[in-house]
């Protein structure tokens, strides 16, 4: 390992696991209600971005529903970078996993198989949980979604990504993220674990150029987007930030990270070209951010770090029980429904999540 593996501390990743959270689970209400700006996350709208640029030019009394809604789907990222950040602590500083690379080598592949069914466990754990209490609550509040077979089959084994319209067969929507997870996992232990550097600054730019290749609204990047292409940019952050970052514990950086990359989150998401970098600045704004935070607003972050595994599993059981109120015009009312009880019930699958045995490695 170079560098200092410490470059974020558990407490502070924790805290941008909070930040992620509270984007995620708050994007997810906000934009599917009427009127507001929509975001632009496997595919890029000219008209979203000009929808946003007249609701900050004239703000009315929904302004910070219209950016929760834009931009707070970008805690996918931070989670692709945390996840890999994770990975390289714990896989690359200690004996974990072999460094044997050798494709020819048995032991390769079983310790791969080994890896990818361990980490698929721990994803389905947390996943069926949340899905089985979902449907649940699906079919006996109005307007239940219609599953055919192979959307449940592809969900349990989390290879809905792949399939065609992956917008309408993967429900409820944010657990597509259990496949893109799955997917980055395989990747990692296949070709970047224990690798050179420049294998991961491979596969980020390769990754990038193909949805560059696309059309900004076309049914090509939205697939790839919904894939592990879609998240190699942060997830290849998260890798090198662990290998190589060097913690330069000085205030004034912090600070400059932070102004210079919220600035560049807005400016970046203005382009189709530049829309692409969004995420890395997205992820440097939350660096910095949880570096300059004051001790009293970092406890509670901390605390949402702690439960957002909890929290992503169960918002959208939340979300259809109290988006209605939200439509019928009560907005902030729903809203504020929404999020009380999103974090109680988290707490309680929190609770639950605990009494199911983990996997063993």
Known sequence: MQGNRYLL??????????????????????????????ENEYQYFQN?????ERVLHNPDLYLPVHLLSFFGHYGVPVFLFLSAYGLVLKYESRPYLPK???????????????????????LFKMMIVGFVAFTIIDYITPGPHHYKVLDIVAQLGMFNNVLPNPDRIIWPGPYWFFGLMLQLYIVYRLFLHHRHWAWTVAFMVVCTG????????????????????????????????????????????????????ATLVYTQSN???NWFSVPFFVIMTCYGLVKVLPQFLLRPLEWMGGISAALFI????????????????????????????????????KELLKRIPNPKQ
């Not at 930040?19 to 994007?27: P, R, T």
């Not at 190699?232 to 004034?252: V, Y």
């Open 210 to 261: 193909i949805q560059l290749l696309c059309e900004p609204e076309g049914d090509a990047l939205n697939r790839w987007r919904y894939n592990f292409i879609g998240g190699m940019l942060p997830f290849g952050a998260g890798i090198l930030f662990a290998r190589f970052g060097k913690d330069p514990q000085t205030k004034l950086w912090y600070w400059g990270t932070l102004i210079v990359a």
């Open 9 to 38: 501390t558990r407490t502070e990743c924790n805290v941008m696991r909070g930040i992620a959270i509270i984007g995620i689970f708050l994007h997810n209400y906000c934009h599917w209600l009427r009127g507001i700006v929509k």
């Open 271 to 273: 382009g189709y070209w």
């Open 100 to 122: 044997d690379n050798n494709w020819q080598s048995k032991s390769f592949w079983s310790d791969s198989v080994s890896f990818t069914r361990y980490h698929f466990l721990k």
């Open 314 to 349: 169960c918002h959208p059981i939340t979300r259809k029980i109290f988006i209605p109120i939200s439509r019928q015009g009560d907005v902030y009312t729903g809203l504020l429904l929404y999020i009380v009880a999103s974090i109680a019930l988290a707490w309680l699958f």
């Open 48 to 52: 979203n971005v000009d929808g946003l």
